[in-house]
C-alpha cells in the first residue's frame, strides 16, 4: 500500500495558463475526491467519483474547472483560464467502500 | 446551510496542560473524523468516531463524539511540543447505503504547545 499519491506537488503557473493535476488513488479504492484548501482555512469538497462515475460537484466548480476518472483509477483535474484566486492547495483522497478517505500530498498551485 | 464549527480556533498551550478542542456541527450525521495538518503538509488521519457515544484514545489524544447534541471534542492530556499543528474536525455527510460521501471541514484549530 503506498498510499494516494498526487503530481506535481508544487505548480507556479501564469494568470490565464491552463493546468492538470493528477491523482494516483490507493489501489482497489473506488471512490476519489477532491478539495481545495486556501490558506488558513480547511479543505472544500469539489467533487467525487466512484469508479469512473462523476457522482456530485460542488458549486465551487465552475466550467473552468473540469475532473476525469477515465477507468476508474487515476483521475485528472484541470484547470483552465487560471486565476489568482485559484492558488491554493488541491487535496486528492480515496476511500473504500463504505468508510474513510485517506488524503495524498496534495498540489500546491500559485498563479502569478 | 451546513456548518462545522471548532473552537478555539488558536490554542498556546503549555507543556504539561490538559484542554480540550470542540467541534459542533449542523446537520445530522453519525460519522466524524479527526484529522492533523502540520505546515504545508497534508491530513493525517487521527481518529475516526462511527456512532453516537464513541470514544477514541491515541496516545494524549482522546475524541469522543455526541451526534445528539453535534458535538465532538478532542482532549489533549498532559501536551507536549510534538502536538503542535493544526486540528481538523470533518463531519461525514453519507450518501447512498451509508458510504462516505462528502467531508464537510471545521474551521481548524491551531494548537501551539510551548516549553
Given amino acids: ?112 | 446551510e451546513l456548518k462545522v464549527e471548532q473552537n478555539p480556533l488558536f490554542l498556546s498551550m503549555q507543556e504539561g496542560k490538559n484542554y480540550t478542542i470542540y467541534c459542533n456541527y449542523s446537520t445530522t450525521s453519525d460519522r466524524l473524523y479527526w484529522y492533523r495538518q502540520d505546515p504545508g503538509k497534508s491530513l493525517e488521519s487521527l481518529f475516526v468516531l462511527l456512532s453516537n457515544g464513541a470514544v477514541k484514545q491515541e496516545g494524549r489524544l482522546m475524541a469522543s463524539l455526541d451526534t445528539k447534541a453535534r458535538l465532538s471534542t478532542l482532549h489533549i492530556t498532559a501536551a507536549v511540543h510534538d502536538l503542535s499543528a493544526t486540528y481538523f474536525c470533518a463531519v461525514d455527510i453519507l450518501g447512498y447505503g451509508g458510504a462516505t460521501n462528502k467531508l464537510i471541514f471545521g474551521t481548524g484549530t491551531l494548537l501551539a504547545v510551548q516549553p
Wanted: some cysteine; charged content about 25%; hydrophobic content about 25%.
Fill in chain 1, 1 to 112: 500500500d503506498t498510499g494516494v499519491s498526487q503530481d506535481p506537488r508544487h505548480k507556479i503557473t501564469k494568470r490565464g495558463q491552463n493546468v492538470t493535476f493528477r491523482c494516483d488513488p490507493i489501489s482497489e479504492h473506488n471512490r476519489l475526491y477532491w478539495y481545495r484548501q486556501t490558506l488558513g482555512q480547511g479543505p472544500e469538497f469539489l467533487t467525487y467519483f466512484q469508479n469512473e462515475a462523476q457522482l456530485e460537484k460542488s458549486r465551487l466548480l465552475s466550467d473552468r474547472f473540469s475532473a476525469e476518472r477515465p477507468k476508474g483509477s487515476f483521475s485528472t483535474l484541470e484547470i483552465q483560464r487560471t486565476e489568482q484566486g485559484d492558488s491554493a492547495m488541491y487535496l486528492c483522497a480515496s476511500s473504500p467502500y463504505p468508510y474513510e478517505q485517506f488524503f495524498g500530498p496534495g498540489t500546491r498551485l500559485t498563479v502569478l
